[in-house]
């Protein structure tokens, strides 16, 4: 658990990702040597805030964006959201400008957000929620836990992985962005044609806690049907508990994938989560368990 604490504990709104990017990189050069099979590792200005792992002779591809949803300061005290925060009155935020580290609370007025920090915070900063971070027995729960429960899961997948390519994206919260130019560079070297994307799904009335990570069909995007009856073929072998997600609406890199000029089949799959979006997102630890688990299983016989 302690990668874990220390992977939620790091600020990275989207668009101020380089502080949990320089995280992993030094993660991975630290320990890849421990590993099961030592991955070639691909970062610094031509990748941006992006980083990508490549294992033995890959076939497959794990998607995990780095950023998380928050704020920018503007004008007058006001905020401006990053993805889609959903905030209430007094919510707790934090950050740092030029001139110091800030801590506030929300303010909301007139349908608008502000903060109450006793100065000005310079225009342009990024802010977070502040972490609260609790681990029981079956939950845990805190901020952005999307996405970095799959960052998690496709950190800890490394440590087993013999062929495989993981990538650590950007801007995923806020549209995209990283994800074509990621995906050019796998396909062109590699000719990668799956793609897993290692994100953190929402509870709702199908998709409940305690019944295993969430095999999406599809979202707003839907997957090609070949490629999804093989994963759910392969999960229904593998014995680790699943739920199968339909939904109509939502997003993530998958639709970037989807939306490419490379035919590259993908799937989402990720642990369901509680109160989205908010300082107390909540994820049973059995449902993260599924997940890190299936995720080790079709990385072997994808």
Same mark, same amino acid.
């Given at each position: 658990m302690e990668l874990l604490k220390e992977i939620l504990n790091i600020r990275g709104v989207s668009g101020d990702e380089h502080e949990i990017s320089s995280f992993i990189i030094n993660y991975v050069l630290q320990r890849r040597n421990q590993w099961k099979v030592v991955p070639e590792v691909f970062y610094g200005d031509r990748f941006q805030d992006n980083v990508v792992l490549? #294992?033995?002779?890959p076939r497959t591809a794990v998607f995990a964006h780095i950023d998380t949803i928050g704020f920018t300061s503007r004008y007058e005290n006001q905020l401006v959201p990053v993805g889609g925060p959903d905030v209430n009155d007094g919510d707790e935020l934090e950050g740092e400008d030029l001139l110091g580290p800030i801590a506030c609370k929300i303010k909301i007025q007139d349908e608008k957000v502000f903060h109450d920090f006793p100065r000005g915070i310079l225009p342009g900063t990024?802010?977070? #929620?502040?972490?609260?971070?609790?681990?029981?027995e079956e939950f845990i729960q805190g901020?952005?836990?999307d996405n970095r429960l799959g960052v998690y899961n496709a950190l800890k997948l490394c440590e087993d992985l013999t062929d495989g390519v993981v990538? #650590?994206?950007?801007?995923?919260?806020?549209?995209?962005?990283s994800v074509p130019f990621l995906l050019k560079f796998i396909y062109e070297q590699w000719e990668i044609r799956q793609a897993l994307v290692s994100d953190i799904t929402w509870v709702t009335d199908g998709v409940i806690h305690g019944?295993?990570?969430?095999?999406s069909l599809r979202d707003k995007f839907i997957p090609r049907k070949v490629f999804l009856n093989k994963i759910?073929?392969?999960a229904e072998k593998s014995g680790i508990p699943y739920q199968i997600e339909v939904e109509g609406a939502g997003g993530s890199d998958g639709r970037e994938i989807q939306m490419s000029p490379y035919p590259v089949d993908w799937c989402f799959i990720g642990a369901p989560e509680d109160h989205v979006h908010t300082p107390n997102e909540k994820v049973a630890l059995k449902d993260l368990e599924s997940m890190l688990a299936l995720y080790r299983y079709l990385m072997v016989h994808l």
């Open positions: 490549k #294992f033995g002779d990024n802010l977070s #929620f502040r972490q609260n971070l609790r681990i029981g901020a952005y836990l990538v #650590f994206s950007t801007y995923e919260e806020h549209g995209g962005g019944n295993g990570t969430a095999i759910v073929s392969l």
